[in-house]
């Protein structure tokens, strides 16, 4: 069975969001809105490059340290398919740099933020066809703001640039996975940067594609969305987190929201950062299942249940 093992965050320093949005053309009404509305107040932004955030995230990460052989793979889930300029890998820097370059090393992008949702499910599928019950995989999420076109969605959120490591093992007892659902929403003209028209049909999706994947997520656990002791959700914004609770009949002090205003969407990362904020506060105890969410522009939903 998939289990996460450990996992570690990394939040760099946070610039106000005001500045920011101006920075990015947008107007005064605009940067409102996302503050009054969308309840972001400050973001994860540094001069600190990808593999050193990375490296960061990594080196915090309990488990990994000496036990570096067991690595077998070494997964990168990003959401913009490109990181650096060919031949430059900062992926590959931080295999070495961890001492594991004796491990197979890939990037996903396919499901874009919900990548890292689908790296730790095929990560657990590749470890338990290799059978050997020691054996381990390194996920590694979280990337640049490194151009205009990926620092925002429009209408949505802002992104932010905290890291996280996650070790994955294929038994054990610790964070088992319960239930993964995913839909993929395929478009012609899928892309971060979506057209207005995309734009348009992923608002009209939104509320339902999520609601289909977080109740088929926990259905294969064979329990309901109100068993589902704590939420561990994308960052994007407070205001569509709320809608969400109130379509759902969840109760919104089990979303953990406590990050949105003060991190800003990190890509991939944002479920996992979560998972280690909630778990230095005591909002994760022995026995409760929690949700992860995540949501890839394209349009990919994805959720995945685990027991604590």
Same mark, same amino acid.
């Given at each position: ?6 996992? +570690? ?32 107040? $400050? ?16 080196? $915090? ?20 398919? =490109? ?21 197979? !090393? ?37 990337? $640049?703001?490194? !151009? ?14 905290? !890291? ?91 979303? =953990? ?5 003060? !991190? ?12 280690? +904020?909630? +778990? ?29």
């Amino acid at each position: 069975m998939t289990s996460i093992v450990a996992v +570690s965050a990394h939040l760099p320093d946070t610039v106000p969001v005001g500045p920011l949005l101006d920075s990015l053309g947008l107007d005064a009404v605009r940067v409102l809105r996302y503050q009054r509305i969308y309840g972001l107040s $400050k973001i994860c932004r540094t001069a600190d490059s990808e593999a050193d955030l990375l490296l960061a995230a990594a080196g $915090k990460l309990e488990g990994l340290a000496g036990q570096e052989d067991r690595v077998r793979y070494v997964v990168r889930a990003r959401t913009v398919p =490109f990181a650096a300029p060919y031949p430059a890998s900062p992926l590959a820097r931080v295999r070495d740099e961890l001492g594991l370059r004796h491990a197979k !090393t890939f990037t996903l992008s396919e499901h874009a933020c919900a990548s890292g949702l689908l790296a730790v499910d095929l990560c657990g599928t590749l470890l338990a066809a290799d059978g050997d019950p020691d054996a381990l995989a390194l996920v590694l999420l979280g990337e $640049k703001a490194f !151009t205009p076109s990926v620092a925002m969605i429009p209408n949505v959120g802002v992104m932010g640039e905290g !890291t996280a490591a996650v070790l994955v093992g294929s038994g054990g007892s610790q964070d088992r996975l319960l239930g993964y659902a995913t839909r993929s929403y395929g478009r012609a003209d899928a892309a971060f940067v979506m057209s207005d028209q995309g734009a348009a049909e992923f608002r009209r999706i939104y509320a339902d594609g999520l609601a289909e994947v977080m109740a088929a997520a926990v259905a294969q656990a064979g329990i309901a969305l109100a068993d589902v002791d704590l939420v561990l959700p994308h960052n994007v914004n407070r205001i569509s987190w709320a809608r969400s609770a109130e379509d759902l009949g969840l109760d919104p002090d089990r979303i =953990f929201l406590d990050n949105v205003a003060e !991190t800003g969407h990190c890509f991939c990362a944002d479920p996992f950062i979560n998972f280690a +904020s909630a +778990s230095e506060l005591g909002r994760l105890r022995p026995g409760d299942r929690y949700l992860m969410t995540s949501v890839g522009l394209g349009s990919t939903f994805s959720a995945m249940l685990f027991e604590h």
